[in-house]
């Protein structure tokens, strides 16, 4: 789609993934019964009159519920915007994603692209045929972030906040702001069109970008594998023993508090640590970070959700 820019002539590139925000349920009351992942990109941005001025690239990429993310899309994904951040007419992108794991796909990318232009996630927590959709305002809100003059980095735009792509969680199952990032705080908000910064945008980098795209690229099979695990009460070192006997390369644990472990799935996990699994301990607490002590057994996870540890795992497990 291309449209002349009332702002600038330079392209927003708009990648669709599926979603709760291309989602489509049979009456507009049904906020939850709705099937994810219906309606293509092109028409969930032909729906919205103020995109009708931008100038626009807009490219479906998938088009799944996240639950199902998997690696396949993630690196076709990490591919398409590598090569649309590269060129000079591109000022920013857009994705559109579902709401369960996003903050998977924006860590990822962002670990893997370092961009120094702005990738920017949105999606809806009501489906594209609801009464009151959500997603054409996050849409809208999107791509002003990604016109932003100095955004760079991944970051998650939902319900009028800007997250950065480390903090950023899901954090509620219903609401239309679903999204937190913490003790860090939102990267700032968007009020009717303007960005309102609060702090800076995620560092950029192109060594990194490039060694971490060429080991995506260079995995033509399977993934380091590398599975969560969690401590509470009465947890057993079964699930450990069995992961480990079939060749599971890394174990992120989600601990309990400041990264304590229950004693059998401690000693469970020093002997898959003993059998040359990497074992990193984030917490299961949904705010703070575990805090290192001299006699720590497990490295933490430097303040990595469970879901990002393990991603920021596999990563380092790609040789
Ligand atoms: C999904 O994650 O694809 C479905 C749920 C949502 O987008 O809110």
Known sequence: MQAKSHMSNKKIVILGTGGTIAGSATHASDNIGYKAGQVSVSDLVRGVPALAQESLVVEQVSQLD?????FSVWAQLAG???????LDEVQGMVITHGTDTLEETAFFLQSVLHPEKPVVLTCAMRPATSLAPD???NM?????????AG???????????IHGARDVQKVHTYRLNAFDSGDAGPLGYIENGQIRLLRDWLPASVTARDASLAKVAGIHGEWPRVDIVMSYAGVSSAAVQLLVADGVKGLVVAATGNGTLHHALESSLQGAQAAGVRVVRASRCPQGRVLAKADDVFPDSRGLSPVKARIALMLELMV
């Open 140 to 148: 809208v809100d999107a791509v002003a972030v990604a016109r932003y």
């Open 151 to 161: 955004a760079r980095g991944v970051s998650v735009v939902c319900a009028g906040e």
């Open 80 to 86: 398409r915007v590598a090569h649309f951040l590269a």
């Open 135 to 137: 997603g054409p305002q």
């Open 66 to 70: 996240s639950k199902d993310m998997d």
